[in-house]
Antibody, heavy 118, light 104 residues
């Protein structure tokens, strides 16, 4: 059974960089595609980007200039960095497994709330 | 692609039938999934490719539709089914609907 767990600071200051990690258990991270998704309070879910097994990436065009996804196979983890954050980036952030890079999310983490505030 | 879910809230009793709708702003063939989300838990994939139940999804959940109009039906609500349901398309990147809350 694949399990995902997000971790990282719950509070980030405006203009700084939001950094989150997703730890994967129950499977090798290097064999699959992975995505990040977020949900601002009271709003819908927004896909952030996808990480390929070879380290390639796809990003949501609306966030592309500020997002970096990366993988650490030695720790079975992958990461999200979002720079120049504002209050609009306050959200619950989820990581998920993306089946074959098809966009089908078959496993999700529980999510972690990140608040952007000074 | 914008996904519009209706209704926003569905108030039903255990044992009743729930019908949730998801409409896409353009055709997405059958590239639609349904996810269930309960507070404090990870969302859970229920249905993929419009009508295929994911592993572990009870038979009371069924999905239908193609093109722009999709439906998730729960034939007889169990207490554990009260949750928020999101549709998600993967025809053009990924987008999600706004959710339908099924409440008691």
């Amino acid at each position: 059974q694949v399990q995902l767990q997000e971790s990282g600071p719950g509070l980030v200051k405006p203009s700084e960089t939001l950094s989150l990690t997703c730890s994967v258990s129950g499977g090798s991270i290097s064999r699959y595609f992975w995505s990040w998704i977020r949900q601002p309070a009271g709003k819908g879910l927004e896909w952030i980007g996808r990480l390929y097994p070879n380290g390639s990436t796809n990003y949501n065009p609306s966030l592309k200039t500020r997002v970096t996804l990366s993988v650490d196979t030695s720790k079975n983890q992958f990461s999200l960095k979002l720079n120049s954050v504002t209050a609009a980036d306050t959200a619950v952030y989820y990581c998920g497994r993306d089946v074959g890079g098809s966009g089908l999310i078959d496993y999700w983490g529980q999510g972690t709330l990140v608040t952007v505030s000074s | 692609i914008v996904l519009t879910q209706s209704p926003a809230t569905l108030s039903l009793s255990p044992g009743e039938r729930a019908t949730l709708s998801c409409r896409a702003s353009q055709s997405i063939a059958n590239y639609l999934a349904w996810h269930q989300h309960k507070p404090g838990q990870a969302p859970r994939l229920l249905i993929f490719d419009a009508s295929n139940r994911a592993t572990g999804t009870p038979a009371r959940f069924s999905g239908s539709g193609s093109g722009t109009d999709f439906t998730l039906t729960i034939s007889s609500l169990e207490p554990e089914d009260f949750a928020v349901y999101y549709c998600q398309q993967r025809s053009n990147w990924l987008t999600f609907g706004g959710g339908t809350k099924v409440e008691i």
